[in-house]
């Protein structure tokens, strides 16, 4: 499809929900043999399967808060986004929370508190966290405004929601940006859509808070453009190993050791490669390969796929996959409402 097409935006939000549920198999795992993943993703063939059985985690359950709070207030909402969040967690604790955010969103359920974004700035000795919590479920802001600054902005604070540290939400920021360019088509010009992407970041992490956490955490001066400049390095490399991805960008549960992560995955995997089957499309292979870093399999795969969904479209989808993911059908359809929202903003409604 055209830039922002409806197809291109089914593709992001039904391919974010897939990641999470295939990659759930694998996470915290140090090592995945690629025979492990292939088996894995097989078995969704399988038609005594399906319907749901592989179920969401807190990845999907959060990104699913932030839809239906973007499209019932028909714009961002942090109040109403805070309320969702606390409501879904007290509904389902069991997605697999990180252990430190569960205090937040207890915080946020609150009927007395006056400041939604207090809970967060509380974190981790008044720092706040440095998660990928944020980016995991920041893609749904890219499919709700068409303007880059709103992208920016909303994705930003919606994060900040229980992620105060600019670690942290900036790499919400990043992931929604990633996700915006891919719907206008941007990964036909891979090398153009990373320099857009450092170009960005750069005016991003040049603010005084971006420039105090790094110092803090001793990381470098613009950590997520240094980071970008190595994804932009691999590209350029003919091979690339799994140990050499996981060292230079990392597989972690840190918003900077996984986003980054995230966008070379659906970089490396736009031609084909000998290890993955050729049968495999590029949102197959993208979400077999962050399978195969290991570490935080589920929100990784989850970010990857959000971004190459975005790219692909909804066509490229397994049908199969759909049918084995809980909440996959759901996506689509608030995908075609977003479509709208999105669409009647562009038109200055
Ligand atoms: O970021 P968050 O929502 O966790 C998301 C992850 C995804 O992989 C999900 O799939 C799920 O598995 O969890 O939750 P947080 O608790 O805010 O952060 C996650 C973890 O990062 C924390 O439990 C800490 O281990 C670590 N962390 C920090 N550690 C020290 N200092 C985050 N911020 C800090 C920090 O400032
Ligand atoms: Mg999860
Ligand atoms: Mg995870």
Redesign the pocket.
Same mark, same amino acid.
């Not at 966290?129 to 919590?133: H, K, L, M």
């Given at each position: 499809g055209g830039p922002a097409s409806l197809s291109r935006f089914r593709g992001a939000l039904v391919a974010a929900v897939l990641g999470d549920c295939v990659g759930g198999e694998f996470?915290g795992a140090e090592e995945v043999p690629m025979e492990s993943v292939l088996q894995h993703l097989n078995s969704l063939d399988d038609e005594t399967k399906g319907n749901g059985i592989l179920e969401y985690? %807190?990845?999907t359950a959060m990104a699913r808060c932030v839809v239906q709070s973007l499209l019932t207030r028909a714009g961002f909402d942090e109040r109403d986004m805070a309320h969702r969040f606390a409501k879904e967690y007290s509904a389902s604790p069991g997605r697999?929370?990180?252990?430190?955010?569960i205090q937040v969103l207890k915080k946020l359920s609150s009927p007395q508190l006056s400041d939604v974004y207090q809970p967060a700035r509380d974190?981790?000795n008044g720092?706040g966290?440095?998660?990928?919590?944020g980016a995991?479920r920041a893609a749904p802001f890219a499919l709700a405004f068409p303007d880059p600054a709103d992208v920016k902005r909303f994705a930003r604070l919606g994060a900040m929601l229980?992620?105060s540290?600019s670690l942290g939400y900036n790499g919400a920021v990043l992931q929604a940006l990633a996700v915006h360019l891919s719907l206008q088509g941007a990964l036909d010009l891979p090398q153009q859509f990373i320099s857009r992407l450092i170009t960005e970041m750069e005016e991003v992490e040049s603010n005084e808070a971006a420039r105090n956490d790094a110092r803090i955490l001793k990381e470098a001066e613009k950590p997520f453009c240094e980071r970008l400049h190595r994804v932009r390095d691999l590209m350029d490399r003919s091979k690339v190993s799994i140990e050499e991805v996981i060292s230079e960008l990392g597989n972690g549960?840190?918003a900077l050791h996984s986003v980054p992560t995230a966008i070379f995955c659906v970089l490396h995997c736009l031609q084909p490669w000998e290890c993955l089957p050729e049968n495999y499309g590029g949102l197959e292979r993208t979400i077999a390969y962050s399978l195969a870093l290991g570490g %935080?399999t589920?929100?990784i795969a989850c970010m990857a796929a959000a971004i190459a969904g975005a790219h692909y479209g909804i066509e490229a989808i397994p049908q199969s996959w759909i049918r084995c993911c809980e909440g996959a059908e759901d996506a689509d359809i608030n995908a075609e409402r977003l479509h709208m929202l999105y669409h009647q903003s562009s038109q200055g409604g």
């Open positions: 996470e985690s %807190d990845d697999g929370y990180g252990s430190g955010v974190q981790f720092r966290s440095f998660g990928n919590g995991m229980t992620h540290c549960i840190a %935080d589920d929100t």
